[in-house]
Nanobody, 127 residues
């Protein structure tokens, strides 16, 4: 089991940037596939970006491609979600999640395949 703590959310104007952090303890994040999900009010939780433990290549859903990146700092055991050119439709609670079972391709964003979740951090983008 890995414990995940997100931080970095807040209120930002459209076009602005935020960097979310997902700090892990208990295990090395490099051994897990890590994904960022988000949940907007009244909607289901959806995948945003992920990086698999075996392949190491990031994946982004179409709605954030070219605007978001998922860098990692292994020395800090932390994965980030760098969000640029934010839009009001990016408003949501953002969660990071870790999976041991998803090793190669993480682009399906199946919630049940992620074992450990952070508490979430709110991102609000004003127009």
């Amino acid at each position: 089991e890995v414990q995940l703590v997100e931080s970095g959310g807040g209120l930002v104007q459209a076009g602005g940037s935020l960097r979310l952090s997902c700090a892990a303890s208990g295990r090395l994040l490099a051994d897990y596939t890590i994904a960022w999900f988000r949940q907007a009010p009244g909607k289901g939780r959806e995948g945003v970006s992920c990086i698999s433990s075996r392949v190491g290549l990031p994946h982004y859903v179409d709605s954030v491609k070219g605007r978001f990146t998922i860098p990692a700092d292994n020395a800090k055991n932390t994965v980030y979600l760098q969000m640029n050119s934010l839009k009001p439709e990016d408003t949501a609670v953002y969660y990071c999640a870790a999976s041991r079972g998803v090793a190669y391709y993480c682009s399906d964003y199946v919630l049940s395949e992620y074992d450990d979740w952070g508490q979430g951090t709110q991102v609000t983008v004003s127009s």
